[in-house]
DNA sequence: GCACTATCTTGACGGCGTCAAGATTTGGGT
DNA sequence: ACCCAAATCTTGACGCCGTCAAGATAGTGC
């Protein structure tokens, strides 16, 4: 892991976590290309012989993002196999957990890349997944019976919107004080899903002040 | 409106069209303090006689966005003030019109400006005047009886987080391609909207393809 | 062991945000 | 009418930034 000599060995990776970590501390505004290279050890230009542009090394930090929030998403999953419901829900629950817990590296997976025609494959690689993931965990719910019908392709949308504006509304802090001391983020998201569910979701969890998000 | 001499007249209005201008064109990250600066006709700091620095620019701009965010959403509200139901749907309609039209505008409303403990009141001010606007609008649809029942905030929190992340999701290109060819975005916010009315919402308008955004 | 390529360093360029010092204008109090 | 304080704008400077070109160094295949 350390720096002998001339070449680093890891230094894409490296530079990939050092933006990471700049990023969560000091937001995309603070991301320099500069203080990747030095907090990776390397000079101010090394990043150019593994990034084109800093466009470059932002869509790989999404990219590992998205790989990232896809194994939350998964792991969600997998928990609750046998129950498509709470499954919605604690889907819905990792994907609000992953954009609060860094929230500059989630915002600029959403708005920090998709310039011009440029295409970063693993990047749109690893968001369709999710995205599939969705899908798979819709078809489901409504073969169980507690969905809203439609195409679930629309329902999917329908979903992922509801859940991606929530979270950015929330983490734009343009969800009124008020509301939020009344009521906690999950209470929140659970009254989201009820929306669009054909039976409502059961809150399972008595709402405690301390647990308070 | 012309440069005669030494001072500008209005200045700090100036700056902000120039940066709507340059936002527009070429996204915030091209947007700089000193071209906008040059586009107003004046040296590279004088506008430090009006904003504190870059933030503050960018806060009059994301209110200046707001304020016309505002004018939009309020025309639609009175071009149907007799059909709730129809109106919930034009709402929303300008909403993403609002978006479309200026999609770097929009999305350094919502993520290019809240950072640490700094108040920009205009800015929250007018945010908050499009979210009592869209709360009325709800009360009057339950009252109609056709829009979910609950807390009148929560259910516009929901509405808002819908069609807030689908236009998100919409404008970095996160919609499938093959969902937007078949399907017009209009269409679209009908099936989101119905996923969280009581009655369903007709489409009446048939989708021809040159209708297609 | 040699040539080729990938990797990394050094140095330079113009653009950037910001500040300090000074010039110019405006406006209120007398 | 005048003066002075405040507001507004210019000029010049600083360090940081993204990027590129030239060159140094290390690994790789022959």
């Known amino acids: 892991m350390r720096r002998k000599n001339y070449h680093h060995g890891h230094l894409k990776n490296a530079l990939i976590s050092a933006g990471i970590e700049i990023l969560s501390k000091e937001g995309l505004a603070g991301l320099s290309i500069r203080k990747v290279a030095k907090k990776a050890g390397v000079s101010h230009a090394a990043p150019?012989?593994?990034?084109a542009d800093k466009q470059a090394l932002i869509a790989a930090i999404s990219a590992e993002g998205y790989r990232r929030l896809y194994d939350e998403l998964s792991s969600a999953v997998e928990s609750h196999r046998d129950n498509p419901q709470q499954m919605l829900v604690e889907v819905g629950w990792a994907y609000i957990q992953f954009a609060m817990k860094d929230p500059e590296h989630f915002k600029t997976m959403f708005s920090g890349v998709i310039e011009q025609e440029k295409d970063y494959p693993e990047f749109r690689e690893m968001s369709q997944k999710s995205f599939e993931l969705l899908v798979t965990l819709v078809r489901d719910c409504q073969e169980a019976g507690f969905l809203i019908s439609g195409s679930a392709d629309m329902v999917s949308i329908s979903l992922w919107s509801l859940v991606?504006?929530?979270?950015?509304?929330?983490?734009?802090?343009?969800?009124?004080?008020?509301?939020?001391?009344?009521?906690?983020?999950?209470?929140?998201?659970?009254?989201?899903?009820?929306?669009?569910?054909?039976?409502?979701?059961?809150?399972?969890?008595?709402?405690l002040p301390t647990s308070r998000v």
């Open 164 to 207: 991606h504006g929530f979270v950015l509304l929330l983490l734009e802090s343009q969800i009124s004080h008020k509301l939020l001391e009344r009521m906690s983020v999950r209470t929140m998201l659970i009254f989201l899903l009820n929306g669009i569910t054909k039976k409502g979701i059961e809150v399972t969890e008595i709402e």
């Open 48 to 51: 150019y012989a593994h990034f």
